[in-house]
């Protein structure tokens, strides 16, 4: 999966400020966050997809229970 820099990439998001996803002409996903290009086949992009998900979720899922925390309803009262 080495690319060569003169290879076609077809921009499929941009994220201004954080990076981008590119679809390189060997069929290699370019995940750019800040310095860092992620190589990976469109499989393990799917995965990393599926993953960044799950981590939103749990995220979230936490800021639910900081919320619902003792504390903050006992100040609510
Ligand atoms: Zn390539």
Redesign the pocket.
Known sequence: MA?AAS?ERMMLAEAEGLGGVTL???G?VHLSVGAVTVRLAPEAFLQAVKMCQQAVQQLTLEGLLQAMSPQVNSTLH
């Open positions: 690319c290879e390189c002409a060997c290699t």
